[in-house]
C-alpha cells in the first residue's frame, strides 16, 4: 500500500499555509478556529449584561442638560461620557459604522484585563470580529497597522490593539463626529435640555 492510501494522520494543531493572524486562507485550522472563538464568546467570556460590547447594551441615564452641551465642546468629552457613548453609538449605527465604536470599546475591555489567558481569548477575538478580513464587521485600518497587529497576535497582549484603537478613534473624530454634532439625534437632545432648564427656572 503506497504512502497515498494510508489513513490520513491526524490534523496538525497548526495547517502550515496560516503562519499569522491574518485570516486569510480557508483551511480547515482557521474554521476550527473561528468555532473555538465563538463558542469562548458564548461561555466563559460572555460579557456582563451592562457591557458596553454587548449587541444590545443596556439603557445609559438619560444625561443632564449641562453633559449634552459638553459633548460639542470636544470628542473626549463625549467620549468619556457613558451616556455620550451610547448615543453617539446610536448615531454610528444609522451611518453602517457602529464597529469602529464597538472595536474600540473591546480594546478598552482589553486594555483592562489582567487575567494573560483571558486576555489571549479576547485578543483573538478581537482580531476575528474586527480585523480579520473575513468579517462582515472589520474596520479599516491601514496596512502598517494591520501588519503590526499581525506579529503581536503571536504573544498577545492588553496593548496588541493600541495602534489600531488609536487610529479608529481618529477616524472617528475626523469623520463621525462632526456629523453627530450637527445631526437631528444631537439637536434633539440640546432641545430637550433646554426645554428642562427653563422648566427649572
Known amino acids: ?41 458564548e461561555s ?11 449587541a444590545t447594551p443596556m439603557p445609559t441615564p438619560t444625561p443632564t442638560p449641562e453633559e449634552v452641551r459638553s459633548w460639542a465642546q470636544s470628542f473626549d468629552k463625549l467620549m468619556h461620557s457613558p451616556a455620550g457613548r451610547s448615543v453617539f453609538r446610536e448615531f454610528l449605527r444609522t451611518e453602517y459604522s457602529e464597529e469602529n465604536m464597538l472595536f474600540w470599546l473591546a480594546c478598552e475591555e482589553l486594555k483592562a484585563e489582567a487575567n494573560q489567558h483571558v486576555v489571549d481569548e479576547k485578543a483573538r477575538l478581537i482580531y476575528e470580529d474586527y480585523v480579520s478580513i473575513l468579517s462582515p464587521k472589520e474596520v479599516s485600518l491601514d496596512s502598517r497597522v494591520r501588519e503590526g497587529i499581525n506579529k503581536k497576535m503571536q504573544e498577545p497582549s492588553a496593548h496588541t490593539f493600541d495602534d489600531a484603537q488609536l487610529q479608529i478613534y481618529t477616524l472617528m473624530h475626523r469623520d463621525s463626529y462632526p456629523r453627530f454634532l450637527s445631526s437631528p439625534a444631537y439637536r434633539a437632545l440640546l432641545l430637550q435640555g433646554a426645554s428642562q432648564s427653563s422648566s427649572e427656572a
Open 44 to 54: 466563559r467570556l460572555q460579557p456582563l449584561p451592562s457591557c458596553e460590547v454587548c
Open 1 to 41: 500500500m503506497s504512502s497515498h492510501d494510508a489513513a490520513p494522520p491526524a490534523p496538525p494543531r497548526r495547517n502550515p499555509c496560516c503562519l499569522c493572524w491574518c485570516c486569510c486562507c480557508s483551511c480547515s485550522w482557521n474554521e476550527e478556529r473561528r468555532r473555538a472563538w465563538r463558542a469562548s464568546r
